[in-house]
């Protein structure tokens, strides 16, 4: 697998090969996208989670002074943009500067089906006390060349608005 460049992405957008819904040329970067973070929060309120039932949560609007996101919690956030891609794999990846204050962006779902559309679900974790802001710049989407048969996804989590929360439940008879 290969990653493409910035110059490469905004070509494959121009193709029709890569979506990102609003575009803007001054969010690529050497070899990325940068994605900004929605007005949306998702919190899990039970202290304990059953993946094969659907949990309880919260939904958080983050007004535009921000929101303080509390350390050790975990929350759901999205991407203000859609992106997607039926030729590429996106990879999600947070800003260095974001992590480097102690926000994980994504804790462990870094991989993109190749053919999903939707806002990006971010999982975030911080490890300290962090105030967050609509519309900040808050994670990277790369694309990957892929090798072999492409299969498109069709999952659950297709068609993405908004931070989504788990569906595994959906996998248990």
Do not use: C
């Amino acid at each position: 697998m290969s990653i493409l460049t910035g110059k490469e992405i905004q070509k494959q957008i121009a193709k029709v090969n890569i979506k990102i819904k609003p575009f803007k040329s001054e969010q690529i970067s050497t070899n990325s996208y940068d994605l900004k973070l929605s007005n949306k929060l998702i919190r899990y309120v039970d202290d304990q989670i059953d993946p094969s039932r659907r949990n309880a949560y919260e939904e958080i609007v983050i007004p535009s002074e921000g929101y303080l996101m509390k350390a050790r919690d975990f929350y759901l956030g999205s991407s203000v943009e859609i992106v997607g891609s039926k030729k590429f794999v996106p990879l999600i990846h947070a800003k260095s500067g974001i992590a480097r204050q102690g926000l994980f962006v994504h804790v462990t779902a870094d991989l993109v089906d190749i053919g999903f559309e939707g806002n990006i679900t971010f999982q975030l974790y911080p490890t300290r006390d962090i105030l967050v802001k609509p519309n900040m710049l808050i994670g990277q989407v790369t694309f990957w060349q892929t090798i072999g048969e492409i299969e498109l996804y069709d999952g659950k989590y297709q068609n993405s608005s908004g931070p989504q929360v788990s569906k595994t439940y959906l996998d248990f008879d």
